[in-house]
T-cell receptor, first 111, second 115 residues
Framework: EDKVVQSPLSLVVHEGDTVTLNCSYEVTNFRSLLWYKQEKKAPTFLFMLTSSGIEKKSGRLSSILDKKELFSILNITATQTGDSAIYLCAVGTGTASKLTFGTGTRLQVTL | DGGITQSPKYLFRKEGQNVTLSCEQNLNHDAMYWYRQDPGQGLRLIYYSQIVNDFQKGDIAEGYSVSREKKESFPLTVTSAQKNPTAFYLC??????????????FGPGTRLTVL
């Protein structure tokens, strides 16, 4: 059974802090790892990673994949209150574009 | 505007009633998906469809049914056999059904409450 585990489950930081969110996986026929941000309703896409060791970056957010150790991290630098959300990690497997999601990390950024 | 729409936003149902959640996309995507989200459990796959007139069960299909008669539409019926239907339901679509590399795009969700 495919499994995706995220840690921590919940995190509270002060504005300006840097945070690292973790995602580990055990799946068959790995294709890609995706990060989403969910604020109120629809998750919005952040990154898709398919190759080990190549960092994807967008503004203050960055992510990297380690296919040997089966994990990914999502870094957020200089956090802002607008970063408060649930961050979801998902792994794509096989040929059907199916995604297996982790339980998410709830991030709260306080002033 | 291209996107995925779900209706209604909020739905209340009495125990023992079937209810159908709507999902429509105008992105011309091949694949569509239904997920259920409960607090602390992430997203769990209910059903998915890679092409019109074909669909497959996901991890938690019991008590649910779907149809895919048109490319743009993938309605989900929550039947009375679903023991704990109160949840947030998300519909998603993906452009390519076969590559496994494409991100899924999500609709705004429907919150179903059983009274």
């Amino acid at each position: 059974e495919d499994k995706v585990v995220q840690s921590p489950l919940s995190l509270v930081v002060h504005e300006g802090d840097t945070v690292t969110l973790n995602c580990s996986y055990e799946v068959t026929n790995f294709r890609s790892l995706l990060w989403y941000k969910q604020e109120k309703k629809a998750p919005t896409f952040l990154f898709m990673l398919t190759s080990s060791g190549i960092e994807k970056k967008s503004g203050r957010l960055s992510s990297i994949l380690d296919k040997k150790e089966l994990f990914s991290i999502l870094n957020i630098t200089a956090t802002q209150t607008g970063d408060s959300a649930i961050y979801l990690c998902a792994v794509g497997t096989g040929t059907a574009s199916k995604l297996t999601f982790g339980t998410g990390t709830r991030l709260q950024v306080t002033l | 505007d291209g996107g995925i729409t779900q209706s209604p936003k909020y739905l209340f149902r009495k125990e023992g009633q079937n209810v159908t959640l709507s999902c429509e996309q105008n992105l011309n995507h091949d694949a569509m998906y239904w997920y259920r989200q409960d607090p602390g459990q992430g997203l769990r796959l209910i059903y998915y469809s890679q092409i019109v007139n074909d669909f497959q069960k996901g991890d938690i299909a019991e008590g649910y049914s779907v149809s895919r008669e048109k490319k743009e539409s993938f309605p989900l019926t929550v039947t009375s056999a679903q023991k704990n239907p109160t949840a947030f339901y998300l519909c998603a679509s993906s452009p390519d059904r076969t590559s496994g590399y494409n991100e899924q795009f999500f609709g705004p969700g429907t919150r179903l409450t059983v009274l």
